[in-house]
């Protein structure tokens, strides 16, 4: 089915990603990123220099000032996961999605002139600090805390599965700044790489997303200046992260639609090729159906995710339309990658090929971002509330 939401801008800003992925997404940077668990930043940098990375970065700060419109971003996702580097995707979307927006929405003007024009270059990449070792789902459980000291706080605890975690510049770290579980007991502290008695911990090995870093990352003692408390205020890091949580979720959802729709041709383009018993893999009654089912699902993917981006660019996608769309659209994107894969026979299972390197990233979309359950608790809770 046709879509609408593009215009020649974004079609002519289609033509710039694909003669960058052209350059740097070759399977040799696709393996380098694999083998070294991480994208390195020259590519971040050119990704930055092509104008395909900062599109969140407000224009006075050197970006491209998308930030409320997510078109230019679905597009960069689109053409990067189609060349089979979800790992890329990935990083772009820590930077674009994740950590710049805590500075756009949230930062005080001397955080934002400080950390942006870099972040904009990726000579800055950020990276965003919730989940814990003891703590994901259940945010207000997170144990890291901030202490008041002259001049600033000390900061003491472990996250972990933290993307970028690794390699990130400036982690935008959510803690404890008061006693309890209230909402105004946590806030947003900036803790910058090479603090005294920051670490970050080893890379974690995932079934998926080999070429992008998560990591552990510990802190003691570490002094944080006053300077660096996101907002300049204590107790409103809960507000701050649902300020963001809808583009988180909505950044997911498409990613996860790329995927689906990028499976299905790679699928479309093998069961061509490929024979068994004389005739093409096209040919079977089943390999036909299965492609009607998924070509419709992707359809109706696509209807939902622009819609919904649609409603974020007007400033009303709620945090109960994003966890919809959240887990709805990665459900299908998984049941999608499950179909195709399969039409692969054992080649679906080789991660040379981009569809099973896309099916393992797949499995954490429907965990991260808040997990799929979480995401139909906030629906239902609105549906039906809670007693
Ligand atoms: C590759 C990867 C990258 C990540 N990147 C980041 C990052 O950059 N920053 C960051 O802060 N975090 C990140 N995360 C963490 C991620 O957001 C959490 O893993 C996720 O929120 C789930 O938390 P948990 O792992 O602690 O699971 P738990 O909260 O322990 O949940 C375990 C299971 O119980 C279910 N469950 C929990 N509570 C309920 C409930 N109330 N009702 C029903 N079911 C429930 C969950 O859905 C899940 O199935 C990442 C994780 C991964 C794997």
Redesign the pocket.
């Known amino acids: 089915m046709e879509r609408d939401i593009y215009d020649e801008d974004h079609e002519a800003f289609r033509d710039l990603v694909r003669d960058f992925v052209k350059r740097h997404v070759t399977n040799a940077d696709r393996e380098r990123w694999d083998a070294n668990g991480e994208v390195d930043r020259d590519t971040m940098k050119a990704a930055a220099e092509a104008g395909i990375l900062g599109l969140s970065v407000p224009e006075e700060f050197g970006g491209g000032g998308m930030l409320q419109d997510y078109r230019f971003r679905a597009v960069v996702n689109e053409e990067i996961i189609a060349a089979g580097a979800g790992s890329l995707a990935g990083a772009f979307g ?1 930077q674009d999605d ?1 950590a710049v927006p805590y500075l756009v929405h949230m930062g005080t003007p001397e955080q934002q002139a400080k950390w942006l024009p870099r972040m904009a270059t990726a000579e800055v990449v950020g ?5 814990e070792p003891g ?4 945010l207000r459980g997170i144990r890291t805390t901030a202490k008041k000291v002259d001049g600033g706080y000390l900061v003491n605890g472990a ?1 972990t ?5 690794a390699t990130a510049d400036v982690v935008v770290t ?1 803690v404890k700044t008061g006693e309890g579980n209230r909402p105004d007991a946590f806030s947003i502290v900036l803790v910058e790489d090479g603090a005294p008695g920051f670490e970050h911990g080893k890379k974690l090995e ?1 079934i998926g ?1 080999h070429g992008h870093d ?1 990591a552990e990352l510990s802190f003691t003692d570490v002094f944080v200046p006053d300077e660096n408390l996101l907002g300049g205020e204590e107790g409103h890091g809960f507000v701050q992260l649902m300020r963001n949580l809808p583009l988180e979720r909505l950044s997911i959802g498409v990613a996860g639609v790329a995927a689906a729709q990028a499976a299905l041709d790679w699928t479309l383009a093998y069961v061509r090729e490929r024979e068994a018993f004389g005739s093409r893999i096209a040919d079977f009654q089943n390999t036909r159906f299965q492609l009607a089912d998924v070509a419709a699902t992707v359809d109706a993917l696509w209807a939902y995710i622009d819609r919904a981006m649609r409603a974020y660019a007007n400033g009303e996608l709620s945090a109960e339309e994003a966890a919809k769309v959240k887990f709805w659209t990665t459900e299908r994107e998984w049941e999608v990658l499950d179909a195709c894969l399969q039409l692969f026979g054992g080649y679906g299972y080789i991660l040379e090929y981009p569809i099973a390197r896309a099916f393992a990233d797949a499995r ?1 979309h429907r ?8 995401m139909r ?1 906030i629906v239902s809770r609105a549906l039906v509330g809670k007693r």
Do not use: Q
């Open positions: 820590i994740l990276a965003l600090a919730m989940t703590a994901g789902s259940d996250k599965f933290i993307s970028s975690g959510f995932k997303f998560t954490v965990i991260y971002g808040g997990s799929n359950e979480i608790d």
